[in-house]
């Protein structure tokens, strides 16, 4: 039996071994593909969040000849309560051959106030460029990520990333229990995909 071929819009090796991760761990056996999708830097608000992750799962579905396309984005949102008012969270798009798609999202968590001032300031155009000022660390995105720096790496960035997949996979992989209409990608970016 052929493995199912799964385009992942981004080149990020941490998205990519995500990726790898959830469908080896579900379906066996996948042919992951890697497609490098340009998106704009930071997305702030769940909209454009969803959005980045809708677009990279669209562009992965196509260029990569897919059954599926994976799209994975980390945005900063809004959230009441918060220390900062905003949290980081990840979100999966799951796009197939039918325009369907399926969300799943990570544990949120809150980034130093400088993050988020420099951010919403425009004085910093990505988390990551802060976060690498704060910990010294290069391309702290490609490794444990800010969580990681955070938590004194008892979490890395890929486990929100395997969150963020698996759940967008619930769906997937449990179909009988999900039969109701399913979001289309027009839907979720107001165009014709």
């Not at 992942?8 to 992951?32: L, P, Q, Y």
């Not at 196509?62 to 980081?88: C, F, N, Q, W």
């Not at 004085?123 to 290069?138: C, D, T, W, Y």
Request: charged residues 30%; negative net charge; proline residues 5%.
């Amino acid at each position: 039996m052929r493995a199912m071929r799964v385009g992942i819009g981004s080149m990020n090796e941490v998205k990519i071994e995500a990726v790898r991760i959830c469908f080896e761990m579900f379906f066996g056996d996948a042919d992951i593909i890697p497609v490098s999708v340009e998106v704009p830097p930071q997305p702030i608000g769940f909209e454009e969040t969803l959005r980045g992750a809708v677009i990279r799962a669209r562009e992965a579905l196509r260029r990569a000849d897919a059954e599926l396309g994976v799209g994975i984005e980390a945005g900063l949102m809004k959230m009441p309560h918060s220390i900062t008012g905003y949290v980081d969270q990840h979100i999966c798009a799951i796009v197939d051959l039918e325009d369907r798609v399926t969300l799943g999202f990570s544990m949120t968590l809150e980034f130093p106030a400088i993050v988020v001032e420099k951010l919403l300031s425009g004085r910093a155009r990505e988390a990551e460029e802060v976060m690498e000022e704060i910990s010294g660390m290069r391309e702290i995105g490609r490794k444990g990520g800010a969580i990681g720096y955070l938590t004194r790496d008892r979490f890395r960035r890929i486990d929100l990333c395997v969150q963020a997949v698996a759940s967008a996979l619930i769906p997937r992989i449990n179909p009988d229990l999900y039969k109701t209409s399913w979001p289309k990608i027009r839907d979720l970016l107001s165009e014709n995909p």
